[in-house]
């Protein structure tokens, strides 16, 4: 009977704690690959991992040079630069809220954070560190091969190492913003315009038509009419081509520029953007005909979804 | 002479029940470590009488409507798209070695397919748009079946199987993302046998048959 009414309890309470088809997130919907949360172990070497630069063939990248914390876990350029000084095709999108995401890069083509990790360290366009390298640096590290086997039965491994990176990855946990406070009843969380953006959100601007759920993204791939060459997850899947994955909506006001060329500037640039109805006609969206105090609102929506999280650097070994 | 007549009728009465006249009922108590899977299906391996016509796929708001679907050989599975957006259903399942891809979806569609994959397989259904999406369509033979729904609100973790044969002993449990379970429980009968996720300990499941 006590389990029963406590089920009850949570049933309302879910259902009361969603705006419609947007809401709070509950870390029992992430799916760990080990069915549990990473050891704290785990988690502080993939710390180390993140920042070490022994990861890229130059060793002048570490994965936080392109998801940089003080600039949202994001780069804060338009495109990304590779480890030779190459420009990326593309922007470099943070890493907030990984651990409820199943597709990974823009075109989703990696359906585990662990290969998205190892394909990004290989990829002479990023990284550029072939495995047998990477491996033989990491292992010459006194300090990696006792944290390894301190962590992992089979010490230093590819997998391991992604494992560990994935690990940190999956802490970068966004789920108190003033919206989430908002929601969970302290009604003075959020301003009256922000309150009126949320509202347009999951309305009139059909902003949660893709940016849903708790995460503010349904893990899917649209066609958002940027007009460029890009073909996206058409090199995946030939009947996809020109779209990309939505992204979570959590800690945007952190991580300008936007979208995936990275062409909109300021969160005010992505909604006069969808205002429009995109740069080119597409079936995906359409002109919203909001008006300036609507758009101010949305743009004042956008950023109660901000939660600064502190960081501090951790020193790397030798 | 009628003694001999009784005990031939009593033979055939028994042989056409097939056994039906010696069934018990199979119960189940499942207890978790944690958050449950959303799902279970627990069967008996040795029966083959299990007919569905006809078993079908939907999807709603981004959503599978059901999550674990049942079949069996006779099975016309029907793919339907009862959202308001495109979907393109597809199995990628390795561990089932079964892999197909239905095609785009639009709103209103229906695609049918036979279920022509190896019997006691469960495979895992995404949506190549929509990668959050997930379902579970299983293939069994027997009739003696149960989906329990783990993630109803006030489940106890109580099951059963009725009308069991006394000769289907073999009981399988297929929980998404645990260790499969396999054991042979007969009339009479109890087990404690624990769930486990790659050999870690995710709880536990105590077997009666009375």
């Known amino acids: ?318 | 002479m009628n003694r001999r007549l009784t005990w031939l009728t009593l033979s055939a009465v028994l042989l056409a029940s097939n056994g039906a006249l010696f069934s018990d009922t199979l119960k189940g108590v499942f207890t978790f470590d944690g958050k449950p899977p959303r799902v279970a299906l627990a069967y008996f391996g040795e029966d083959t009488s299990l007919s569905i016509p006809t078993a079908t796929v939907d999807q709603v708001s981004k959503e599978f409507t059901t999550y674990l679907i049942v079949g069996a050989k006779d099975t016309k599975l029907q793919f339907k798209n009862s959202d308001n957006i495109d979907h393109n259903i597809y199995v990628n399942d390795n561990d089932a070695d079964v892999n197909f891809d239905v095609g785009l979806a639009e709103p209103g569609s229906v695609v049918s397919k036979p279920m022509d994959w190896k019997d006691n397989r469960v495979v895992r259904v995404s949506c190549k748009i929509h990668p959050n999406m997930r379902m579970y369509i299983a293939k069994i033979t027997s009739k003696y079946h149960v989906i329990v729904n783990l993630d109803k609100p006030g489940f106890d973790g109580k099951w059963e199987i009725k009308d069991v044969p006394a000769q289907c002993t073999k009981l399988s449990l297929w929980m998404p993302g645990l260790d499969p379970i396999e054991t042979a429980i007969g009339p009479g009968k109890k087990a404690t046998l624990k769930i486990t996720k790659k050999s870690e300990e995710r709880g536990s499941v105590v077997l009666t048959r009375g």
């Open chain 1, 1 to 318: 009977m006590k389990r029963k009414l406590i089920s009850v309890f949570f049933l309302l309470i879910t259902g009361i704690l969603s705006a419609g088809p947007i809401g709070l997130l509950s870390k029992d919907d992430i799916e760990y690959p080990t069915g549990k949360p990473p050891s704290r172990d785990e988690v502080e070497l993939g710390k180390i991992l993140f920042f070490d630069t022994r990861l890229s063939g130059n060793k002048t990248q570490s994965c936080a040079t392109c998801h940089d914390p003080n600039l949202g876990w994001g780069y804060g350029m338009a495109k990304g630069l590779g480890s030779e000084g190459n420009t990326l095709t593309r922007n470099s999108p943070h890493v907030f809220n990984l651990a409820w995401m199943t597709s990974f890069f823009w075109d989703g083509r990696s359906d585990s954070l662990e290969k998205q990790i190892l394909l990004a360290i290989k990829n002479p366009a990023t990284m550029n560190l072939p495995p047998d390298e990477m491996m033989k640096r990491v292992s010459a590290s006194p300090y990696y091969e006792k944290q390894f086997k301190k962590t992992y039965k089979d010490g230093v491994t590819a997998d391991n190492l992604s494992k560990a990176l994935a690990a940190f990855q999956r802490t970068l946990i966004v789920d108190n913003t003033p919206f989430d406070q908002y929601m969970k009843g302290n009604k003075n969380a959020m301003s009256p315009d922000a309150v009126r953006g949320m509202n347009l959100f999951t309305g009139k601007a059909n902003c949660a038509n893709c940016h849903d759920g708790g995460n503010f993204t349904d893990g899917s791939y649209h066609n958002l009419g940027m007009g460029d060459k890009d073909i996206g997850r058409g090199k995946v899947d030939t009947n996809m081509s020109y779209r990309f994955r939505t992204p979570t909506l959590r800690n945007v006001s952190l991580t300008a520029p936007y979208m995936h060329d990275g062409s909109l500037a300021t969160l005010e640039d992505v909604v006069r953007f969808y205002n429009a109805g995109g740069r080119v006609p597409t079936r995906d969206i359409k002109k919203l005909g909001l008006t300036e105090q609507e758009i101010q609102d949305l743009v004042s929506f956008l950023g109660a979804l901000t939660q600064w999280i502190p960081f501090e650097r951790p020193v790397v070994p030798d």
